[in-house]
């Protein structure tokens, strides 16, 4: 049995990343499926980073909203669970 998952995402980087995966020879559907099973397996670790040339596909609002949580979380204002 499957099931779909709704999230949302800017259309700019929607279509960045497709873009990606139909150069890799996947559909994005695949991409994700195939990083959630990595996940799980723990094969796949999630954390921030920040790279200069990553902020293109992110609007200006995202970039505020990015720096704004990073800075929260830096003071300690942020408690990461694992």
Do not use: C
């Not at 999230?7 to 994700?32: H, M, P, W």
């Amino acid at each position: 049995m499957t099931t779909q998952i709704m999230f949302k995402i800017e259309n700019k980087l929607k279509k960045a990343a497709q873009k990606r995966a139909k150069k890799e020879g996947i559909t994005l559907s695949d991409f994700y499926q195939s990083a959630t099973k990595s996940f799980v397996a723990g094969r796949l670790n999630v954390g921030l980073t920040i790279e200069d040339d990553s902020w293109d596909n992110y609007t200006k609002r995202s970039k505020i909203n990015f720096k704004r949580g990073l800075a929260d979380l830096k003071a300690g204002r942020i408690k990461l669970v694992r």
